[in-house]
């Protein structure tokens, strides 16, 4: 079964950057569109990048400041975190794209706050 482990959260400072990743287990991650997913407690998880073949795509929100991009050699997701905002702050998870095809990992707590 497919793993998803997602890292590289922290604590950032507002205007900080990070980068985070994820790791996905099994023969699957080819073959599939990934996207990145935020979630703030009591609020739905939304989508905030995703990839679809060569082609990249981003909320509204985080356009400009936000990258993502994937190493298939790697079977890893990342996601590069620029000019990051206190709205940011959230719990982030990988998946695939648009279905979620593999079980939720832990995701990775982002904490935007001076």
């Known amino acids: 079964q497919v793993q998803l482990v997602e890292s590289g959260g922290g604590l950032v400072q507002p205007g900080g950057s990070l980068t985070l990743s994820c790791a996905a287990s099994g023969s699957i991650f080819r073959i599939y569109n990934w996207g990145w997913y935020r979630q703030v407690p009591g609020k739905q998880r939304e989508l905030v990048a995703d990839?679809?073949?060569?082609?990249?795509d981003y909320a509204d929100s985080v356009k400009g400041r936000f990258t993502i991009s994937r190493d298939n050699a790697k079977n890893t997701v990342y996601l590069q975190m620029n000019s990051l905002k206190i709205e940011d702050t959230a719990v982030y998870y990988c998946n695939t794209y648009p279905n979620f095809r593999v079980p939720w990992g832990k995701g990775t707590l982002v904490t935007v706050s001076s």
């Open positions: 990839f679809i073949g060569s082609s990249t």
